[in-house]
């Protein structure tokens, strides 16, 4: 079946600190990936997204690779801020409607 | 624009109590999900719906009815409410037309305990 594993958190980096939050899925056929990111108190939000091999999502300095080699999809951001602390979800969606979510990656970044 | 609400956002009910969380989409979406997030344990799919009419069991289906009679709501029902479906409920939707798959948008989530 479909699943994501993610990396287990809490992380805690330093401000300015490069990031990387590792993510790896179990799927059948060609699945889109995504990120999705998780304030205080708040509902999901998208982050970024891949729906083939090799393509790159970015956005607000966050970037991931869809590797289908590696069945991999991991978030990388050079420099951390303060307001990056949240949790970060991996997800994926197949053909037949479900749309998985991995674990959650909480990040807490300090000045 | 409203996106995906839910109502209510907080909710304490008794073992045994029955209730209904509800979810409206305004975005003209066909599928619709329902999800628990328990405490460091991520999101779980408990029923999701690829359009009006059709409905599907998650991960976690157990103690739990939904039901898709319009394209804009999709109702998750506990029968008989037990301490271990307090969690935070999300309700979600999103646009899919053949393979093109739009992000999920989110309501604000429902917080249940179970007493």
């Known amino acids: 079946g479909n699943s994501v594993t993610q990396m287990e958190g809490p992380v805690t980096l330093s401000e300015e600190a490069f990031l990387t939050i590792n993510c790896t899925y179990t799927a059948t056929g060609y699945p889109s990936l995504f990120w999705y990111v998780q304030y205080p108190g708040e509902g999901l939000q998208l982050l970024l997204k891949?729906?083939?091999?090799?393509d790159k999502g970015s956005n607000k300095g966050f970037e991931a690779t869809y590797r289908k080699e590696t069945t991999s999809f991991h978030l990388e951001k050079g420099s951390v801020q303060v307001s990056d602390s949240a949790v970060y979800f991996c997800a994926l969606y197949n053909q037949g409607g479900k749309l998985i979510f991995g674990q959650g990656t909480e990040l807490s970044v300090k000045p | 624009n409203a996106g995906v609400t839910q109502t209510p956002k907080f909710r304490i009910l008794k073992i045994g109590q029955s209730m209904t969380l509800q979810c409206t989409q305004d975005m003209n979406h066909n599928y619709m999900y329902w999800y628990r997030q328990d405490p460091g344990m991520g999101l779980k799919l408990i029923y999701y719906s690829v359009g009006a009419g059709i409905t599907d069991k998650g991960e976690v289906p157990n103690g739990y009815n939904v039901s898709r009679s319009t394209t804009e709501d999709f109702p998750l029902r506990l029968e008989l409410a037990a301490p271990s479906q307090t969690s935070v409920y999300f309700c979600?939707?999103?646009?899919?037309?053949?393979?093109?798959?739009?992000?999920?948008?989110f309501g604000q989530g429902t917080r249940l305990t179970v007493v």
């Open positions: 891949a729906t083939k091999a090799d």
């Open positions: 979600a939707s999103s646009y899919v037309r053949m393979t093109a798959y739009t992000e999920a948008f």
